[in-house]
């Protein structure tokens, strides 16, 4: 990789590839297994600040590697944002990462990512959506919110979806 990151477009390719390794890990490499705690016969989701540590752990070797600054939880006014990654004044970028059980997550979409968007001044910003529920009900609202953002020309944040929803083996399927 080591790559001169140097403009906003070549950061958002970093933090796209991350995404997508962050992605890959967890709906090809059994990442998933660690969404979840074993409660008796049943495992139940983990707070979303799982994912995020996570998340932190691929996306900070990416980061090193491409010379990107990565800040955890800063606030610039707005509340703080999960993650923001810059390379000098200029080029930044904000990922905000939600459980699909979130019952927030659209506001998340909606308010919350454009807010702190606006304190980090930042034009570009990523929403990882975690599904971690069988319902896709908020998933297909949230994309359709998308939909209609760009039909009307309105810039938005790029949605990732994750699958970490807990399937049976290859060889039980």
Same mark, same amino acid.
């Given at each position: 990789?080591?790559?001169?990151?140097? @403009?906003?477009?070549?950061?958002?390719?970093?933090? &796209?590839?991350?995404?997508?390794? /962050?992605?890959?890990?967890?709906? =090809?490499?059994?990442?998933?297994?660690?969404?979840?705690?074993?409660?008796?016969?049943?495992? *139940?989701?983990?707070?979303?600040?799982?994912?995020?540590?996570? /998340?932190?752990? #691929?996306?900070?070797?990416?980061?090193?590697?491409?010379?990107?600054?990565?800040?955890?939880?800063?606030?610039?006014?707005?509340?703080?944002?999960?993650? %923001?990654?810059?390379?000098?004044?200029?080029?930044?970028? =904000?990922?905000? #990462?939600?459980? @699909?059980?979130? $019952?927030?997550?659209?506001?998340?979409?909606? *308010?919350?990512? $454009?807010?702190?968007?606006?304190?980090?001044? &930042?034009?570009?910003?990523?929403?990882?959506?975690?599904?971690? &529920?069988? @319902?896709?009900?908020?998933?297909?609202?949230?994309? *359709?919110?998308?939909?209609?953002?760009?039909?009307?020309?309105? %810039?938005? $944040?790029?949605?990732?979806?994750?699958?970490?929803?807990?399937? $049976?083996?290859?060889?039980?399927?």
């Amino acid at each position: 990789m080591l790559k001169n990151v140097s @403009s906003l477009q070549e950061l958002e390719g970093v933090v &796209t590839k991350i995404i997508e390794q /962050f992605k890959r890990n967890i709906e =090809v490499n059994n990442l998933k297994q660690h969404f979840y705690i074993q409660d008796g016969f049943q495992l *139940k989701p983990r707070h979303e600040r799982y994912a995020q540590h996570l /998340f932190y752990a #691929i996306a900070d070797s990416y980061c090193e590697a491409n010379d990107v600054d990565i800040s955890r939880e800063p606030n610039a006014g707005n509340g703080p944002v999960d993650f %923001k990654m810059s390379k000098g004044y200029t080029a930044r970028a =904000v990922v905000e #990462i939600k459980l @699909s059980s979130n $019952p927030s997550l659209i506001h998340g979409f909606e *308010k919350q990512l $454009p807010a702190y968007q606006e304190s980090e001044r &930042t034009k570009s910003g990523f929403y990882v959506v975690i599904k971690i &529920t069988k @319902s896709d009900r908020q998933i297909k609202a949230l994309m *359709k919110l998308a939909e209609g953002a760009e039909k009307d020309g309105k %810039k938005h $944040p790029e949605i990732f979806v994750i699958d970490a929803e807990i399937k $049976p083996s290859a060889s039980k399927r």
